[in-house]
């Protein structure tokens, strides 16, 4: 299979692997797969409490190129944007900038859940505290 | 005269216009070929869906019916029966292919019966809007959590093994990790005869119950043989 030129520079030139303290509450961890090729990806992200917005991201993929590219860019996508704003991110905007051939579109759909997951698991870690808040706000009124 | 079967539509035969099956190869009237049926390739040979098959027998039908269907008897024939034999021919490869090995044998039902699963990559299937994804939470946590770990396990041993390391403990390791993987995926292949088993006997609901697990456990073995493989390179390399 031909790669695109972007997903080969995310190949061989991945951003943002690594990993992050998991017993973090500003650290979010989010490990999906897909099981039609057994592959695994893990995704974290460290979010500001103040702001949220995601500091820094990380990622570790034991699969295809098209994975490996695909969570790398996605790291880059979501670094510097809320939390909300990630939420937005769709893998089709992953297909597009990689160039992803039919085949490889499961790859994206990884990257897709695997930030959801990683939000998903922040927002649990915090959601007492949110909540708290928004009881405040109640309170307030 | 013949066994109907649920899943074959009845069809008049182009020859003796008689109804019968769509599952068949031949008219069971006039015996002249038919265009390649519609039915599920259990049918083709005559058998209900099933995953315990008597594979010897199975070789067996094959053979015959390959033999039956062989395009050099049609040499003489009209242009169409001489097509059919060639696309009858073709449809009794793919469905002895698909029957005989276990696991495609396996995939092969769960699909029939309207299970999702892998590894069905085909363009048409994966639609780029995505709303066609699969369910994510197909995969137990546990088993993502143990996959990951094991990865991250054989690659800490290959980078070290890459590094010129001569740790003797290396070698060893990696074997007693390929050991692990394949006795794991030895237990998984265990698991789904009994799964076929449960199939086989089971009425609806715990053949509901049974398609469940063994959509897990083949997701569970492709994970496995990964490793295996990825290991099996390590060691060779
Ligand atoms: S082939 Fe499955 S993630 Fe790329
Ligand atoms: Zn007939």
Redesign the interface.
């Known amino acids: 299979m031909a790669y695109s030129d972007k997903v080969i520079d995310h190949y061989n030139n991945p951003r943002n692997v690594g990993q992050l303290d998991k017993s973090s509450t500003e650290v979010g961890t989010g490990?999906?797969?897909?099981?039609?090729?057994?592959?695994?990806m893990?995704l974290q992200i460290r979010v500001n409490p103040e702001t949220q917005v995601i500091e820094e991201a990380k990622f570790?993929t034991?699969g295809c190129g098209s994975a490996i590219a695909s969570s790398s860019l996605a790291t880059e996508w979501i670094k510097g944007r809320t939390v909300d704003d990630a939420m937005a991110i769709?893998?089709?905007d992953i297909?597009k900038e990689l160039s992803l051939?039919?085949?490889k579109?499961?790859c994206s759909?990884l990257a897709?859940?695997a930030i959801r997951?990683a939000i998903g698991d922040w927002k649990k870690k915090n959601g007492a505290a949110e909540t708290a808040q928004a009881t405040t706000v109640a309170v307030a009124h | 005269m013949f066994k109907v079967l649920d899943s074959a539509v009845p069809i008049a035969c182009w020859s003796c216009s008689i109804g019968h099956n769509d599952s068949t190869l031949f008219c069971p009237h006039c015996s002249k070929i038919q265009p390649p049926p519609g039915g599920d390739y259990f049918s083709v040979f005559g058998l209900e869906p099933r995953l315990g098959l008597d594979l010897p027998a199975l070789e067996h039908e094959f053979h015959r019916l390959s033999r039956k269907v062989h395009p050099d008897r049609f040499a003489r024939a009209g242009e169409n029966e001489r097509q059919w034999s060639l696309a009858d021919t073709a449809l009794l490869n793919d469905a002895y292919r698909t029957l005989k090995d276990p696991l495609h044998r396996t995939e092969y039902l769960l699909k029939l019966e309207g299970a999702e699963?892998?590894?069905?990559?085909?363009?048409e299937s994966?639609?780029?809007?995505?709303k066609d994804?699969?369910d994510?939470s197909?995969?137990p946590?546990d088993?993502?959590?143990e996959?990951?770990e094991l990865?991250?396990q054989l690659?800490e041993m290959r980078m070290a093994r890459k590094m010129g390391e001569t740790d003797a403990g290396l070698q060893p390791s990696l074997e007693q990790a390929k050991r692990r993987f394949d006795g794991l995926l030895v237990e998984v292949d265990q698991n789904l005869r009994i799964q076929w088993q449960v199939w086989d006997e089971g009425d609806a609901a715990a053949r509901k119950k049974a398609e469940k697990t063994m959509v897990g456990l083949?997701?569970r073995r492709?994970?496995?043989?990964?490793l295996v493989r990825d290991v099996t390179e390590t060691l060779g390399a």
């Open positions: 490990l999906v797969g897909a099981p039609e090729c057994g592959d695994v893990r570790k034991f769709k893998n089709t297909v051939p039919p085949v579109i499961h759909v897709e859940d997951a | 699963i892998g590894p069905d990559l085909s363009a994966a639609a780029a809007d995505g994804r699969k994510p197909r995969v946590a088993l993502l959590e996959v990951f990865n991250m690659e083949l997701d492709r994970y496995l043989s990964n």
